[in-house]
């Protein structure tokens, strides 16, 4: 039966008798498939297959070398030389610097305060994502075809990684939010801060988690009639664009009829809240990253939910919007970065690694590698982060920081009830309702200042809403829009 793998911050230990790896009887060793056991265990394993996913080992335990790259994070003394057997003397030089250039790169996950076996990576100079990366790469097994392919994987996603970290690292947080909304209201959709744009969601699903298909103007007018006792400043114009953000994120089926109003289905996969916000989020990303826009999943997480909780739901989406492409996209975007700034780290000199690594292919199924594409590989993905760790320590103003949660960085929009009835509540600084006007006001003041595109003033129309749930069989409303019905 497989075992459980260990968490990735565990890596200096062994997952089977989390014993923290040593240079005499818990050597670690890494297997083609990148997980890493100390010598004993492997010797007491009853098939020659790896505990966690049974992948085949081919080679002969006692030939596989110690991984010295994770034995000189634990204090061991790593050799000038270690003795392996290569087909030929010139793949063992290909080998051998190889090998040294992840186990320099190993040195940035130095920084250990935590305990035994578990790194504590909180003073790292690398951000979360690269520090993961590196473990993978870390974990390789060169002398293994498996592990080859592996490795160059690990290292193209370090070098993607490294692009962003860099464009990040040029970027005035204050302009990327303006930027992120302004290409938003370009595409006729709007975003109306975490709080109220929860809320409206959540309406829409309302409306049409049964099935039901509703014109885009009774869906709104329903939405707006909800919305405006907690949120006065919702219009028939702004909850127009947060429907049309969903439209364009392909949420709807949508039926045409004659002379009339198209009617808008939500498709089945939507039809509850977690699907249909992760699909909002993800067009927010998409149009973020078709105006050039390049977001950390931290500040994403505050921009859109108002904290930094979501820093994982966001990575996710992230990823899954990437494509083999994007990784010399980047390049591309850095260098005008570069030239714009005129470039006083002299970052453009990682422009010709940057792009070997961007030539890898990314697919698991990928021919092995060469010795000597290993190796130029690996002195690749090593000068480049050596670049972005040089850049942060001396020319970057805002340094590698990570915002910081705050106790209360929910957007609260009603009074805590305890609090009102019994003078007190037991939830503290935890508790998800406000506990002052100064935490009521925060929702507007965060509306009015980022959110806060003019709306403008439609033209009037008189309709007819047949409301769901009958709250209302008739509604002679006063209808604004400010563009003509797109579906």
Known sequence: ????????????????????FDENVHKPISLGCSHTVCKTCLNKLHRKACPFDQTAINTDIDVLPVNFAL?????????DHQSI?????????????AKKCVEDLALYLKPLSGGKGVASLN???????MQRKLVTLVNCQLVEQE????????????????????ILQHQNPQQLSANLWAAVRARGCQFLGPAMQEEALKLVLLALEDGSALSRKVLVLFVVQRLEPRFPQASKTSIGHVVQLLYRASCFKVTKRDEDSSLMQLKEEFRSYEALRREHDAQIVHIA???????SPEQWSSLLYGDLAHKSHMQSIIDKLQSPESFAKSVQELTIVLQRTG????????????????????????????WEQLENAMVAVKTVVH????????????GHETPQPQPNSKYKTSMCRDLRQQGGCPRGTNCTFAHSQEELEKVETCFSSQFSPLLEEPREATEVLREKDGVCSQYNATYRISHQDNF
């Open 147 to 166: 592990g080859r392919v592996r490795a160059m994987r690990a290292a193209r996603s370090l070098g993607e990684r490294t692009v962003t970290e860099l």
């Open 289 to 295: 990253m078709e105006a050039g826009l390049r977001i």
């Open 1 to 20: 039966m497989p075992v459980q793998a260990a968490q990735w911050t565990e890596f200096l230990s062994c997952p089977i008798c989390y014993n923290e």
């Open 123 to 129: 003073q790292s100079a690398l951000s979360r994502p």
């Open 343 to 370: 470039d006083p780290a002299n970052l453009n000199r990682l422009r010709p690694h940057l792009e070997l690594l961007a030539n890898i292919d990314p697919n698991p199924d990928a021919v092995s590698p060469t």
């Open 71 to 79: 034995l000189q994070l634990v204090g061991a003394q790593v050799p």
């Open 387 to 398: 670049g972005l760790v040089d850049f942060i320590q001396n020319y970057s103003r805002k």
């Open 85 to 97: 057997k290569l087909s030929n003397l010139g793949e063992n030089k290909h080998y051998e610097v």
